[in-house]
């Protein structure tokens, strides 16, 4: 399996701002081999982005989708539609998604049962607050997200990605050791049924990817602050072990 880099642009970049960025990438990407890249805009630039890349190595995701395919659901956005566009990948129950928007585990599966239909690859979240790792409940809380996430689809992981981010990396530049985070990717493989491709995320940046991909545990990196500068998410994806 080749690693898999992901660039999640949260909600940043407008459609003309994506479009600068692509042609960026996609200079600085053009010798890479080996690796899957996986670029996830905003709903708004998804077909820009997805026109520019159609002949490149680089691939689509969304950062939510509605479990419904379709109907009156006022400022929901369909997989379906996602798929249509061009997208392979789909973003699910991003932390951000859990603690600001207030998703909940039984959401999170709904949209987990919705992409597997739809074939929309989900990169589904993970990861415990800074309180919860002090108060040693770290796989307590990834227990509780898998189990409830997955849900009556546990035997279809393997047609997902799994993104172990620790709440307390993400956007504040303090990332896990590499040795806590293969800890945590083994953890959640001995849950699982099936092999299934583990990525890390939390201030993954140009100076500690090569430390963290070095761990066989680590299948690949899910990169938000880092993926808007093209020089140093390019930098990622050509990561050394
Ligand atoms: P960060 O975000 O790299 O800016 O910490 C990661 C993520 O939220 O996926």
Known sequence: MNPIIAGNWKMNKDPVESRALVQQLL??????????IIIIPPFTSLSIVAELTRTSRIKLGAQNMYWERSGAYTGEISGVFLKSLGCDYVLIGHSERRHIMGETDEIINKKLKAALEIGLISIFCC???????EDGRTEEVITRQLQHGLKDIE?????MIIAYE??????TGKTATPQQAAEVHAFIRSRLQKQVAVLY??????????ALMSENEINGCLVGGASLKPESFARIVKFNR
């Open 166 to 171: 620790p709440v307390w990396a993400i956007g």
């Open 201 to 210: 995320g939390g201030s993954v940046k140009p100076d500690n990817v090569d």
């Open 155 to 159: 035997d279809q992981v393997h047609k």
């Open 127 to 133: 990861g415990e607050t800074e309180k919860e790792r």
């Open 27 to 36: 200079e600085l990407t053009g010798d890479v081999k080996n690796r899957e």
